[in-house]
């Protein structure tokens, strides 16, 4: 399964192929757990319910690694881009690694075959007609030894704004707002489409070499989104309805607002360079020049596809049997809501201005925000749990990845919180899962010479009537999964497992029930037993070393791991040698909590609180004191009005006219 097959997955001809991806995490820091679920955990449950469908599935991911990001945190780490790139693209792998995220590839962007694909689309959308050059304005470093137009994030100063001294020339991180990196500017828009204030620098200097920046002319490229638009909006009426339903709406506020030109090029050296010898195109003039990192970015799906289905083939386009086989192929695309328009918007427009036969978005599950004890993740002030600091507790990758996705943001934000984690842990696994798995395995191994007994000829009704509502919850559990309900399914897989458990209550299972009725007794073991088949299958997707070590205790391969439509209760036969049982879960100590809530930013989350209800109590008296100045204004006014003469009036033809006073 996944990476670990020698040869490529591929589609078949006939069947239901699954092309999976999840956004591609950008490598200039360690990923919290919000970015874990927003996307390739998510993308991995559903994958792996997919191969266990028996589905032709292929999970796609990799480092998005060029960009002004990139370049400002190489700087600030005094390497190059490419090594900077290097250390972060393994952090990630080995993050996700032991977070057991199985993908078929995960590739990097900064390959042959990415600039390759990338300069063939730019190359098509040119000569298509759907690429614009435009002249603007930009901060230009006038050092002899520089000599070069800088990216808004290369200049830094004072936020005009919250004057903060470190302001950014697209962003002040201090205050939030959008900045010029020279002088005031109108409304800009924003990544998901809202308008926010917008600012400018005052004293703006060269990140690089501390010089004062000079505004100078320069020409750049721009997608224009406005010549698609028809296109786009037609496509999105055919494909948007298996979005989730926060998309849908990022995607129409954006329609809704109009699409304009967009900027594709960056001065920058760490990029796709811009392809040379296309007619009408100044090499010069783009010689210095890239694609930005959002043109790019998602045509590193298929890029990173092409480095792992055409590693060994000659001809190089078997990766076009997933990108370009919309007829055989479903797509289905994992991320949070920030990363909505460039998959919804600023890619497929791309692939329709090729006037090619691409694999398009067809099921898009997006999360909202995973927020960490009532504060946010801060990497830089030590607050929360990231990648490489979630091992630090010593509990399993299962019980991390059961508790995210038990907790993810489907469709508003959520939070985690460290009791509840402890407490997933001792009650939903250990008592329910837990529970069921060790009382049915150790007692069948125990008593009955840890063979599967015989199920009988003629199973008791109450055993029937149970098969009939695991069945249920089996249809609810698949129909879920298919709409990419994650938490659903998960809640249903406990369901079924609860059901386990009250049976084995409600008959009795003992000592006393194989003495009296061994026949009855044989039945309902063997009944169970085969439960815990189908809960190991089920719950694979979830927590997959859970589920191999349910397999292993029931003595089967794991191959056995398949999600059937109609649980039949076969797979285990009578005489069947099960394995040795062994404990799923332990106890996490309560007291825990206070502990690990101190470890991971304790006293740092406090201090954000505090200066978060500060600033929320500025913002609430600033509004109240400007509202109660309008209020006096009007007052005022009012007074003001009545306290005025009388106009005199004369009355022409029935009509009253005031006269000026004079």
Request: with cysteine; aromatic share 8%; glycine share 8%.
């Amino acid at each position: 399964m996944g990476s670990t097959q020698q040869q490529p997955v591929l589609p078949s001809p006939g069947k239901d192929n699954i092309l999976i991806t999840s956004a591609l995490p950008y490598v200039n820091n360690v990923p919290h757990l919000g970015n874990i679920i927003g996307s390739v955990l998510s993308a991995d449950v559903f994958a792996r319910f997919c191969r266990a469908r028996g589905l032709p599935t292929l999970y796609v991911c990799g480092s998005d690694e060029y960009g002004t990001a990139t370049e400002t945190k190489a700087l600030s780490e005094g390497v190059d881009p490419a090594t900077l790139c290097a250390k972060y693209h393994k952090i990630h792998k080995e993050i996700y690694d032991w977070f057991r995220i199985e993908f078929d590839v995960f590739g990097r962007t900064p390959t042959s075959e990415h600039t390759e694909i990338t300069q063939d689309i730019f190359t098509k959308l040119w000569n298509n007609g759907y690429i614009e050059e435009r002249e603007t304005k930009q901060a230009f470093c006038p050092v002899p030894e520089h000599s070069s137009f800088l990216a808004d994030r290369f200049v830094e100063g004072e936020c005009s704004i919250c004057h903060d001294l470190g302001a950014r020339g697209d962003q002040c991180d201090s205050c939030g707002n959008l900045l010029d990196p020279m002088e005031p500017a109108k409304e800009v828009s924003s990544g998901d489409n809202d308008v926010k204030a917008t600012g400018w620098l005052i004293n703006p200097r060269c990140k690089l070499d501390g010089a004062t920046p000079e505004t100078r002319s320069t020409t750049h490229l721009y997608l224009r989104l406005d010549a698609l638009k028809d296109e786009i909006v037609e496509w999105l009426g055919t494909s948007s309805g298996h979005w989730s339903t926060n998309s849908v709406g990022i995607t129409q506020s954006w329609i809704d607002k109009g699409l304009k030109p967009r900027g594709i090029t960056r001065d920058l050296k760490w990029g796709v360079p811009i392809p040379k010898g296309l007619e009408g195109l100044s090499d010069e003039a783009y010689a210095s020049k890239v694609f930005y990192v959002w043109f790019d970015a998602c045509i590193g799906y298929p890029s990173i596809t092409k480095t792992y289905t055409d590693k060994d083939n000659a001809s190089g386009k078997n990766w076009e049997k997933w990108w370009k086989n919309p007829e055989e192929v479903s797509l289905y695309q994992f991320m949070g809501k920030d990363n909505v328009p460039f998959h919804t918007i600023i890619f497929p427009a791309s692939q329709i201005g090729t006037k090619e036969p691409w694999t398009q978005l067809k099921y898009l599950s997006t999360t909202e925000y995973l927020n960490y004890e009532g504060g946010k993740f801060s990497k830089s002030k030590g607050v929360g749990v990231f990648g490489n600091t979630a091992r630090e507790t010593g509990i399993d990758p299962d019980v991390w990845r059961y508790y995210l996705l038990s907790r993810r943001p489907e469709t508003s934000d959520s939070e985690f919180k460290w009791e509840e984690f402890v407490d997933s842990n001792n009650n939903d696994l250990l008592k329910n899962l837990g529970n069921l798995c060790q009382r049915v395995l150790k007692f069948c191994h125990v008593k009955m010479g840890a063979v599967v007994p015989d199920h009988g000829k003629a199973p008791s009704p109450a055993l029937e009537q149970h098969k009939v509502e695991v069945n249920k919850l089996l249809e609810e559990y698949n129909s879920n999964m298919k709409a990419i309900k994650l938490r659903a399914g998960l809640a249903t897989i406990l369901s079924i497992s609860a059901l386990g458990n009250k049976l084995l209550q409600d008959q009795k299972l003992g000592n006393q029930l194989l003495t009296e009725d061994p026949d009855h007794c044989n039945a309902l073991v063997n009944l169970v037993l085969n439960q815990l088949h189908l809960l190991a299958s089920i719950l694979s997707p979830y927590m997959p070393g859970t589920a191999r070590s349910i397999i292993s205790q029931l003595g089967l391969p794991e191959t056995a791991i398949h999600i059937p439509d109609v649980w039949e209760s076969n797979t285990l036969v009578p005489g069947h040698a099960i394995g040795t049982p062994e404990l799923l879960f332990s106890t996490i100590p309560p007291a825990q909590v206070e502990a690990w809530r101190e470890a991971f930013g304790g006293e740092e989350l406090r201090k954000l609180k505090a200066a978060e209800a500060e600033k929320a109590a500025a913002k609430k008296a600033a509004k109240e004191a400007e509202k109660e100045r309008k209020k006096l204004k009007k007052a005022a006014e009012k007074a003001a009005a009545a306290s005025a003469p009388a106009l005199p009036a004369v009355v022409a033809d029935g009509v009253e006219t005031v006269l000026p006073i004079r």
